[in-house]
């Protein structure tokens, strides 16, 4: 008997509009967990590099995290993964809500889609009783309302729906997946769009079975309250006013305008909110009527109207916001600081932009950048008038402008939409200068005052391409007093203890080590590894660990969870194995379709007064103790150890190993 997964995965060719339901090998199960690892795994087997992303034989994966649906609270998120048009390198982003737990309790651990339709489709799960149906009444319409519909339509709110918008069906570059309050981003909605995809709608009836279950949900209950009570977890940029810190001392854009010290007391009082404790369900069932209100919505304060909490979570991160005079805006994360990173003073920018951003589509980090690009383009003459007719001079305005242009695919925004790079290459005249990304996808928001090379690493050589889903397991920066970093050591839980010793040692001012640069790069992009296979919200887990050292989740009681659910025997270094062997699949597709160090490079202004010789004696480091060569490939001896054996033997059929290739060695 399978526990904690369905044993089950729906193959879907959008082609031929066949439908199978395909049993799964365990033994995947002990390798890679699930979500993104077994994804990945799905996609080295499947998706040989001879295949473009635009191919019908490119696959595009939703994969629910192995933990989703049992009881683990927080344990709802859902990996979709496929290989990027933009960079031709794998690409894999997450939702969370209740997407992936409603797909297991249809019968499925995960959706693999392949082949394009030629009419706007969207595939309907009710347990065993999947369709392909026709979409062209959804044609054109916003993820949120195209729910609505497709509920009305199904005669269920409970239904749960991933989306696109206009920007996906005109296979935007920075198209996203839409899933109730949260969005996929990096760019898979441009696959959705191109496969004719326009939603996937599910809705299940059945139990997910557990391996012991009165031992796990003796220490789930207790965790809920943790949970509850802990003020380290959740989306904490949603939940505070005070975000001076990322505004002050983070200048996000790439813009030739940045102002420093953006967070005045006036902006701190806009932000300010008066939160309605009420019990509002977090289905879409009256949409229809609050679409409405959206566009014509007057308050006499700012004032948050709901929050609300993912699948079996007691964390209310999903935050509904309005304004004086303003429409509401369901906010996501970071998006709430989009006029910061796009270097514009106006605080309203966020409730026109954001909400156009939703009704489109569009990533908000992705489109911050897109903005940033091509205002500096216009600044220095290299995009003119006849390139943006009609543009208009205030920054809400240019950016709407953009946002249209992009999402409809006209003027500029046709070439704007194949991603900064390629833009900027079409563009030419000395374009190139500006771009503002690394591996030609990943975006570049952050700008420090002084050099991190751990962030260095993260940013150089991980492959999810957004730091957010890198970082997080160690603090940012040292804690000046002593006393207080002695504190957050003792009750650093979640880092094994020579991690403790290196911030216990880490003044203000001064640089880690080569090696616990490496280390510590290491160890965070593992332990996000770790939460995408089990689809554990990194807000609980792997990204909570620099805020008060004692997030929910970590490597010391995960195992625990994964054993009493799936009765498979796991501890620490089993879990840490398992995510480490699913970062080296990652890179060993990238490997595969040519990327090599010389792609690890960053824009000129990560930080002032770059040291490149330094960077590259950290990237050394960091190969050596990956076990990669000296380009950066993942050594046969590396692969094999880890249980990869079929990977280390396709590359040397390929030629991209030989016999006697060793993992770089520092001295």
């Not at 933990?67 to 993964?81: D, E, K, Q």
Request: charge should be negative; include cysteine; hydrophobic fraction near 40%.
């Amino acid at each position: 008997m399978r526990y904690a997964e369905t044993g089950f995965d729906l193959e879907v060719d959008l082609t031929r509009g066949n439908i199978e339901k395909v049993a799964t090998d365990p033994g995947v199960t002990r390798l890679h967990l699930g979500g993104e690892g077994v994804a990945a795994s799905i996609l080295w087997e499947r998706v040989p590099p001879e295949v473009d992303p635009y191919s019908p034989n490119n696959l595009l994966i939703f994969s629910a995290g192995l933990l989703a649906a049992t009881p683990v609270p927080g344990a709802n998120r859902t990996c979709i993964s496929s290989i990027s048009p933009q960079s031709n390198l794998y690409v894999s982003s997450s939702f969370e809500g209740f997407f992936g737990p409603q797909l297991k309790h249809a019968g499925y651990d995960r959706i693999i889609l392949r082949g394009k339709s030629s009419d706007l489709v969207y595939l309907w799960i009710h347990d065993d009783k999947v369709e392909i149906r026709d979409a062209g009444h959804l044609q054109g319409k916003s993820a949120m309302e195209t729910t609505a519909l497709i509920q009305r339509e199904l005669k269920d709110s409970n239904v749960q729906v991933a989306a696109i918008g206009i920007a996906g069906e005109n296979k935007v570059s920075q198209a996203s997946i839409e899933h109730a309050n949260s969005s996929a981003s990096q760019g898979v909605g441009v696959i959705m769009g191109d496969k004719g995809l326009k939603a996937i709608a599910v809705r299940g009836t059945r139990n997910i079975t557990i391996a012991q279950p009165a031992e796990l949900f003796a220490l789930c209950n207790p965790l809920y309250g943790e949970i509850y009570d802990n003020p380290s977890c959740g989306d904490l940029l949603l939940s505070t006013d005070d975000d001076s810190w990322h505004v002050n001392n983070l200048a996000w854009s790439n813009g030739a305008e940045r102002v420093k010290g953006f967070w005045t007391t006036e902006i701190a009082e806009q932000w300010e909110v008066r939160e309605e404790r009420e019990e509002i369900s977090y289905q879409w069932e009256n949409y229809s009527q609050e679409l409405e209100e959206v566009r014509e919505t007057v308050v006499e304060k700012s004032e948050l109207l709901r929050g609300t909490g993912c699948y079996n979570c007691p964390r209310e991160c999903h935050k509904a916001f309005s304004l004086p005079g303003h429409r509401k805006y369901f906010l996501k994360s970071y998006s709430k600081l989009v006029y910061a990173m796009a270097a514009c003073a106006d605080l309203k920018l966020n409730y026109d932009v954001l909400f156009a951003m939703q009704e489109y589509g569009l990533d908000e980090f992705a489109m911050v950048q897109v903005f940033s690009f091509a205002l500096e383009l216009y600044k220095a003459g290299i995009l003119t008038e006849a390139d943006l007719p009609e543009f208009p001079a205030d920054g809400v305005g240019r950016f709407l402008y953009l946002l249209e242009k992009t999402a409809q695919r006209q003027g500029i925004g046709d070439i704007l939409a194949n991603g900064i790079s390629q833009a900027a290459s079409r563009i030419g005249k000395g374009a190139e200068a500006y771009v503002c990304t690394v591996k030609k996808t990943g975006q570049l928001p952050l700008r420090r005052e002084t050099a991190n090379y751990s962030y260095f690493l993260m940013y150089a050589a991980g492959e999810k391409l957004d730091i957010t889903q890198i970082e997080g397991s160690f603090p940012q920066l040292p804690i000046p007093d002593r006393a207080a970093r002695e504190e957050f050591v003792r009750g650093w839980d979640a880092a094994p203890q020579r991690f403790k010793n290196w911030f216990l040692e880490w003044e203000d001012g001064q640089q880690l080590s080569t090696e616990a640069s490496a280390e510590i790069a290491d160890w965070n992009e593992s332990m996000h590894y770790a939460d995408d296979a089990l689809g554990v919200c990194p807000l609980l887990s792997s990204f909570r660990g620099q805020f008060g050292g004692q997030p929910s989740y970590h490597l010391y009681n995960l195992p625990q969870l994964v054993s009493l659910a799936t009765g498979m025997e796991l501890d620490a270094d089993g879990l840490l194995e398992i995510s480490r062997r699913n970062r080296q699949l990652v890179r060993a597709i990238n490997a595969r379709r040519g990327q090599r160090r010389v792609d690890e490079n960053l824009s000129a202004d990560l930080w002032p007064a770059r040291d490149p010789d330094m960077e590259q004696k950290h990237l050394d480091a960091y190969y050596a103790f990956k076990g990669w060569t000296a380009e950066g490939i993942p050594a046969k001896e590396t692969l094999d150890a880890c249980g990869l054996g079929q990977v280390s033997e396709d590359f040397l059929k390929r030629g991209i190993l030989t016999e006697s290739e060793t993992p770089l060695v520092v001295v």
